[in-house]
């Protein structure tokens, strides 16, 4: 039999996976680079045949997924180390829009900066700010303790102001959610989390106070899309009719009348899964929400895998993050959710979200790779 020196000598030379050795994980990469694929076919009809929106779109994908590798071979503590920083920096830049954005349908939400392409710093916080409040766990004792608790709040409420004033509802909800579930996944007790929980309730008047009056119209068409059909409730009708009218296997590739007539708002951004039940029917959007199963479930796999409470945390917040982006855009198309203004990941048209999605995953990477060093597999 052999010395446990000689087979762990042995087992230096066994060739290592490549995960392993590059820190890509190739089923998560290849998924992804499936659904941004997917993404562009159903965008070239949506558009109009618009070739040229969609080539930028496909270059914003190929720069997202550059940077993903790139961030991939990050060492968890590098990433760590930079946090604050990041965070800081991105607050700045929020308070930026407020003095020297650009309005763009009524909205002040992009920075165009010399030498720079426009981008949205809200973007940017959806991972800065998970990131940040890793960081400030990890650095305490968990569970986090009440006085933990509300700097946590504190640091998800000043971004989310900033958000919302831009007016961006519905960024600013995601930001929020992917704030709270770091704290969830810290390991908030439950009474706790049954107190915010009230809070939360709570404070839905005051919600309601701050809202601006097409953000409340928006809620009330929930109820009864019809009420205001040319109005309020055009865009819901439109969505919740191309989805029905695609049946199994859909009218066919840019042959959809209401996109193509261009009844459908916003068909290449915030309601492209429309597009894909007119036109693809029911097959169309069952192939994407398989692709989204797999993505979500790689990431969860690797969550696990990560090493330390911050790769743990940050790793878990941005999956969670990216479902219920999923899951409010499919809401808000089909009548479920108020219209919120949420892309559909990897499909809808936007340089800023599709690059900040493809980061995220290359941290989640990131945080798996930094694992397998630390625990001597690599």
């Avoid at 990041?86 to 308070?95: M, Q």
């Avoid at 959610?177 to 049954?194: C, K, N, T």
């Avoid at 990941?345 to 979200?353: A, E, K």
Wanted: charged share 10%.
């Amino acid at each position: 039999m052999l010395a446990a020196t000689e087979i762990g000598h042995i087992e230096s030379f066994r060739p290592k996976r490549f995960s392993q050795r590059y820190g890509v994980d190739p089923f998560l990469t290849l998924v992804v680079v499936i659904t941004a694929l997917y993404g562009l076919i159903v965008l070239y009809s949506a558009s109009g045949q618009n070739i040229s929106l969609v080539l930028r779109q496909a270059a914003h994908v190929i720069a997202g997924l550059g940077i993903m590798l790139v961030i991939s071979q990050a060492r968890q503590d590098v990433v760590v180390r930079i946090t604050p920083f990041v965070f800081a920096l991105s607050a700045f830049l929020l308070v930026a829009v407020l003095f020297i954005g650009v309005d763009v349908k009524g909205a002040q939400r992009w920075l165009d900066l010399p030498g720079f392409p426009r981008f949205q710093p809200s973007e940017l916080v959806k991972l800065a700010l998970p990131a940040m409040l890793a960081w400030w766990f990890t650095r305490q004792k968990l569970p986090p303790r009440l006085s933990q608790l509300i700097i946590a709040a504190v640091l998800i409420a000043a971004p989310v102001t900033l958000i919302a004033k831009q007016p961006d509802l519905g960024t600013s909800i995601i930001i929020a959610g992917s704030g709270f579930f770091v704290i969830f996944l810290a390991g908030i007790s439950w009474r706790l989390l049954a107190i915010l929980g009230g809070l939360a309730v709570a404070s839905l008047p005051v919600l309601w106070m701050v809202m601006r009056d097409y953000q409340r119209t928006r809620v009330m068409t929930l109820l009864d899309p019809q009420s205001d059909p040319l109005g309020a409730g055009w865009n819901t009708i439109q969505a919740m009719t191309a989805l029905g009218s695609g049946g199994l296997f859909g009218k066919g590739y840019a042959a959809g009348t209401q996109a193509q007539l261009k009844f459908l708002p916003e068909s290449h951004t915030d309601f492209i899964v429309a597009v894909i039940g007119e036109e693809m029917g029911f097959l169309g959007i069952s192939v994407l929400l398989i692709l989204y199963a797999a993505i979500l479930g790689r990431c969860l796999a690797l969550t696990m895998r990560a090493t330390g409470n911050f790769g743990r945390l940050l790793s878990g917040s941005i999956t969670l993050t990216f479902f219920v982006y999923v899951f409010v855009n499919l809401g808000m198309v089909s009548g479920v959710l108020p219209v919120v203004g949420v892309p559909l990941p990897l499909i809808s048209y936007g340089g800023t979200s599709v690059v900040s999605l493809l980061i995220g995953f290359g941290l989640i990477m990131s945080m798996q790779r930094t694992s397998r060093v630390l625990s001597g597999e690599s």
